[in-house]
């Protein structure tokens, strides 16, 4: 007579083989990357060359699938820097973004953007303190592309935020519904791919402020502040893989601040498949350097 498995072990077997494949997956955002960073100095001849960096030490998609914004934030901005210059653009993204800005290891967000914001003194008459903090993480919190339209705008939930950098009723503001939550849609931008102002051997996807007063559904304020009128915002970002970005935020061409993107959909769809094959559609110009994934035996 055959002996028959009871069907609790079948059970227990499919649970087993679950949690299993929940914990590798899980432990890919919790083990930190292998990444190696080239030595560098504080004088631009000092500074590594990135083309000879990303030969040498390419991130491989495995190493990718672990980067997060607290490992990004626990680098300095070297290490932050070498680690850009080995992304691509990727794809330009669509639908709606979460983002989070971040200072690296051992800088003063504050004082950063004070030097740099210190010299606008004209607007800084009428936006002091509070509103400029609130202004940035308006700009670099969450954010809704429209691919086929070329344009940007950011999305702000907490009337907070708002109230105290316009003029007039938030019911005219254009609003969008995220995951069950309203959103108000301020700062447009036109997007398209363009020249790193960090790497040029590859483009990066622009987030370009300058002439948002050109785009349908502009509103004087607050969203000339972004603008050529205002703080001449000017946004880059590159894919770390698909659904997650790197960005890095400029004011009139001064660099500010790094930022994260992250669209949990896109990244629970689309990221296995790029782990395994390294593999992405590549919207932007990709340079002459062929982007690698491996490192040289």
């Keep these: 007579m055959q002996n028959k498995t009871p069907p609790i072990v079948y059970i227990l077997g499919v649970l087993l083989i679950a949690l299993l494949i929940y914990a590798w997956k899980h432990s890919l955002h919790t083990v930190p990357p292998a990444i190696a960073f080239a030595p560098a100095g504080a004088d631009y001849q000092a500074r590594p060359d990135f083309a000879q960096l990303e030969y040498q030490h390419p991130i491989p998609p495995e190493q990718l699938a672990r980067i997060t914004k607290q490992y990004l934030a626990s680098l300095n901005q070297e290490q932050v820097d070498q680690i850009y210059a080995r992304l691509s653009a990727g794809p330009i993204p669509d639908g709606p973004f979460n983002g989070d800005l971040f200072f690296p290891k051992g800088s003063s967000g504050t004082l950063r953007a004070s030097e740099i914001l210190g010299g606008m003194k004209g607007l800084l008459a009428q936006f002091q303190g509070k509103k400029l903090e609130l202004l940035g993480r308006a700009l670099w919190k969450g954010k809704v592309f429209y691919r086929n339209e070329g344009i940007l705008r950011n999305r702000i939930d907490d009337s907070l935020l708002i109230k105290p950098l316009i003029q007039g009723d938030l019911a005219d503001l254009p609003k969008i519904n995220v995951n069950g939550h309203d959103a108000w849609l301020l700062f447009p931008a036109k ?80 990221s296995d498949a790029f782990f395994k ?16 994934v491996a490192s040289q035996p």
Excluded at 277 to 290: A, L, M, P, R, S
């Design 191 to 270: 997007l398209y791919c363009g020249q790193s102002l960090l790497d040029s051997r590859r483009e990066s996807i622009i987030i370009d402020y300058a002439f948002t007063d050109e785009i349908p559904g502009y509103r004087e304020r607050p969203d000339f502040l972004a603008g050529r009128r205002g703080f001449k915002v000017r946004d880059e970002i590159r894919m770390v893989y698909p659904g997650f970005y790197l960005g890095r935020a400029y004011l009139d061409h001064v660099f500010l601040l790094n930022f994260t993107l992250l669209s949990k959909d896109i990244a629970g769809r689309d």
């Design 277 to 292: 094959t390294g593999q992405v559609q590549e919207d932007c110009w990709n340079g002459t350097q062929t982007r690698r």
